[in-house]
C-alpha cells in the first residue's frame, strides 16, 4: 500500500487514549482500549455490530463520557476539560463525520450555509470570505460551484456524505473521527468517496480514527488497525499484517468472510 | 373594604368573598372582586371609546379593597415569583429566566406573558399605555388596557410621556422614552436559535457555552437567497457583549432604539414561561456580517397623515382599485403631530379615512 510508505512527521502521539472504559448498567460498552495516534496517522477500528466501535468513537468525541481511563489530545487531559473547552476544539482541531449525511448537516440549511457554519462558530462574520471558502471547498469534494444554494436534501446520498467532509474540514482541524463513512452508499460512489478521503487525508496531513465494518475500506485508508469484539481490542498492529496474517480466531473469520468477487 | 363606598358595601358577594379571603389563594379572588365595579367599568367603558384618557388621575373607589400585595390581578405568591424573575432578568441582561407561566384570561398569543410582567410592575400610582403594533386603539390594545382598569384601577393614557408603563406588541414608540419609564413586551418565540436548533437543551447550552455561530448561518443563508439580510422584523441583537437575544417581532427599523435606552425593557413570554430584561443605558448591538452591516428598513413614503418622513409606517389598503396610503404606526405620534399642525398630503380635517 502506498500509503504504508508515509512515515509520522512527530514523534510525539497526538492523541493517547489509556485503558478507556464505557459501561451501561450491568454491560460493557467498550473495555480497556489503550492505543496512541500520531499527527499524520489513520487508525481503523473494525468489528462486528455491537462490538463497542461506536461506543468507543463517541467516548473520544466527547459525545460520551467514559466511566474509566484517561484521553489526552496533544498534552491536553481532554477529560478532565471544561466543557467549553471541549466543545471549543470539536468546532476547531476535531472534525466529527456521522455515517448518516442527515445526522451532520443541517438539512434545512444551503450547502454554503452548512460548510460556513464552522467558520461562523469560529468568528468569521465576512460573508464575501466565507462564501468564497465554501466555494472552494465544495469545488475540493467535486461539487459544482452552482449548487452552493442548493439544501442537502436535493442532494444524492454521495453528495451529501461529501458535503459532510467539506463541512468538517473547512477548518482545517487535525484529528477527525468517522463513522462508517461509506456505510450506505453504493460501491462506485464507495470508491470514489474513499478515493476523495485518501488525498485530503494526505494532502493536509490529517490524524483519522475510522470506525468501519467494511474491511475494504481500512485496506486502503488506515495504517494501523483494531480489532474489536465485545467491547474488547482482540488484535492491534499493521493494517497488512493484522489482514494478511490474522492471529486471533475471531480476526481470522472476519478476513476470512469477505466475500471475494 | 373598609374604603369601600355605601354602593359597594350593598353587595352582598362581595362581604361575604371578603371573609374567605385569607383561606383562600390564586387569583379568583381578585378577579370577583371587581364583578361589581363591571357595571361602573362597562359605564366608563361607553364613555372610554370617545376618551380613553378620561380617567387618568382619579383614585378608584375599589383600590381599597386590594392589599397592596395582590394589586392588579396576580395574587402574592405569583407577584412575588414574577417580580423575583424580573430581578433576575435585570441583572443578567438578555438571559432568558423560567418562570411559572400563570393562565391568564386571554389566550396564548395575546400578549399573556405582557400582561403577567406588567401586572407584577404595576403600583397604584402607575400610569399605563398599551399598544399593538403601535395603535393604542386596536382590539388587543383596547382589551388589555380595559383589563388593567379593571383589575387594578390605574390610571391609562395614550401619551408616551405621560406613561410610566407601556405595554407593547411589536414596536417601540416613536418618541423616545425616559428614564423611569417601563417598556414591556409581549413576546411569542423568545427563542432567537429556535427555529435553527429545536432542541431546548442544545440551545440553553449554546447560550451557557456563547456558541452564536448559528445565529450568523441564519443571516447568511438570508444573504445568499435574498442578496441582502431580509430578516425584516425580530432581528436578532447581542446584549453587553454576550448573550444573543430576540427582541420580539418588532420591525428591524426600531432594534437601533432599544440600545441606550433610558427606559427599562422587560420582554414576557407566557407561553414559553421565558421573561427576560434589558435594564437602561444597555448596549444592543444588531448581528450582521462585515460587509453586510445592519440596516435599518422602513418604507419609502412620508406618513400620510402628519407627513412624518422617519417614523415606521403602516401600509393601509383603502378601495379595491389599488388604492393605498401610508400612515405612522405609532397613532400617538401621529395624532401629536397633527395636534401640531403638521399634514400629511392625504389629511382632511374631517377625517372618515384616517380614523
Redesign the interface.
Known amino acids: 500500500m502506498t500509503l504504508m510508505s508515509r512515515v509520522a512527521p512527530a514523534d510525539q502521539p497526538l492523541l493517547k487514549v489509556e485503558r478507556l472504559t464505557k459501561r451501561f448498567g450491568s454491560r460493557i460498552g467498550c473495555a480497556d482500549v489503550s492505543f496512541d495516534l500520531y499527527p499524520g496517522e489513520v487508525l481503523g477500528i473494525v468489528g462486528e455490530s455491537g462490538s463497542g466501535k461506536s461506543t468507543l468513537l463517541s467516548c473520544l468525541a466527547g459525545h460520551q463520557r467514559p466511566d474509566l481511563g484517561q484521553i489526552a489530545y496533544d498534552g491536553f487531559d481532554v477529560l478532565g476539560m471544561s ?2 473547552g471541549r ?1 471549543r476544539l470539536s ?1 476547531t482541531d476535531w472534525a466529527y463525520v456521522h455515517q448518516n449525511p442527515r445526522d451532520g448537516l ?1 438539512m ?3 450547502a ?2 452548512n460548510v ?7 468568528g468569521a ?4 470570505q ?2 468564497a471558502r465554501a466555494v472552494d471547498w465544495l469545488g475540493r469534494v467535486e461539487i459544482a460551484a452552482d449548487r ?2 442548493d439544501r442537502p436534501s436535493a442532494f444524492s446520498g454521495g453528495m451529501q456524505q461529501r458535503l459532510q467532509i467539506a463541512r468538517n474540514l473547512v477548518t482545517a482541524p487535525r484529528l477527525v473521527y468517522m463513522d462508517e463513512p461509506t456505510g450506505g452508499l453504493d460501491v462506485s460512489v464507495q470508491a470514489r468517496l474513499l478515493d476523495l478521503l485518501r488525498g485530503l487525508v494526505r494532502d493536509l496531513g490529517l490524524s483519522v480514527v475510522i470506525v468501519t465494518h467494511d474491511l475494504a475500506v481500512v485496506r486502503l485508508l488506515a495504517h494501523r488497525l483494531m480489532v474489536m469484539k465485545s467491547g474488547r481490542v482482540v488484535e492491534q498492529g499493521l493494517t497488512d499484517q493484522v489482514l494478511d496474517d490474522p492471529q486471533h480466531p475471531y480476526t481470522q473469520l472476519l478476513v476470512s468472510s469477505v466475500l471475494q468477487v | 373594604m373598609k374604603a369601600g363606598s355605601p354602593a359597594l358595601a350593598a353587595v352582598d358577594p362581595v362581604t361575604q368573598r371578603d371573609q374567605r379571603a385569607p383561606e383562600r389563594l390564586g387569583p379568583q379572588p381578585e378577579q370577583k372582586d371587581h364583578r361589581p365595579q363591571n357595571h361602573d367599568g362597562n359605564g366608563d367603558d361607553q364613555q372610554r371609546c370617545g376618551d380613553i384618557v378620561g380617567r387618568q388621575g382619579e383614585t378608584p373607589e375599589w383600590a381599597g379593597t386590594m392589599t397592596d400585595y395582590n394589586f392588579a390581578y396576580l395574587d402574592e405568591a405569583t407577584k412575588r415569583m414574577i417580580r423575583r424573575a424580573i430581578l433576575k432578568g435585570m441583572a443578567v441582561p438578555g438571559y432568558q429566566v423560567p418562570f411559572a407561566s400563570r393562565e391568564m384570561p386571554m389566550p396564548y398569543g395575546w400578549g399573556t406573558g405582557g400582561v403577567q410582567v406588567t401586572a407584577a410592575c404595576l403600583v397604584p400610582e402607575d400610569r399605563l399605555k398599551v399598544i399593538d403594533q403601535g395603535a393604542d386603539d386596536t382590539t388587543n390594545a383596547v382589551s388589555i388596557r380595559r383589563f388593567f382598569q379593571r383589575t387594578a384601577g390605574v390610571a391609562v393614557t395614550e401619551a408616551t410621556t405621560e406613561a410610566t408603563v407601556i405595554q407593547t406588541r411589536h414596536r417601540i414608540p416613536e418618541t423616545p422614552l425616559t428614564e423611569g419609564q417601563i417598556l414591556v413586551y409581549q413576546v411569542p418565540i423568545p427563542e432567537p436559535l429556535r427555529f435553527l436548533e429545536p432542541r431546548e437543551t442544545e440551545t440553553r447550552k449554546m447560550h451557557e457555552l456563547e456558541e452564536y455561530g448559528l445565529m450568523h448561518v441564519k443571516l447568511y443563508e438570508d444573504i445568499a437567497r435574498h442578496g441582502r439580510i431580509a430578516t425584516s422584523y425580530a432581528y436578532p441583537v447581542r446584549v453587553e457583549g454576550r448573550y444573543v437575544m430576540d427582541p420580539s417581532p418588532i420591525p428591524k427599523f426600531d432594534n437601533p432604539k432599544m440600545s441606550g435606552n433610558p427606559a427599562i425593557q422587560l420582554f414576557g413570554a407566557g407561553r414559553e414561561q421565558r421573561i427576560y430584561a434589558l435594564p437602561p443605558w444597555t448596549d444592543v448591538v444588531s448581528l450582521d456580517f462585515d460587509d453586510h452591516p445592519f440596516e435599518t428598513s422602513k418604507a419609502p413614503h412620508d406618513c400620510d397623515l402628519c407627513g412624518a418622513r422617519h417614523s415606521y409606517l403602516d401600509e393601509v389598503i383603502t378601495d379595491d382599485q389599488g388604492g393605498r396610503m401610508f400612515v405612522c404606526s405609532d397613532t400617538d405620534f401621529c395624532a401629536g403631530r397633527r395636534a401640531q399642525g403638521k399634514k400629511g398630503q392625504l389629511w382632511a380635517p374631517e377625517p372618515e379615512a384616517a380614523e
Open positions: 466543557e467549553t466543545r468546532r443541517r434545512g440549511v444551503s454554503g450555509g460556513g457554519e464552522r467558520l461562523m462558530a469560529v462574520r465576512h460573508y464575501g466565507i462564501r452552493i444554494d
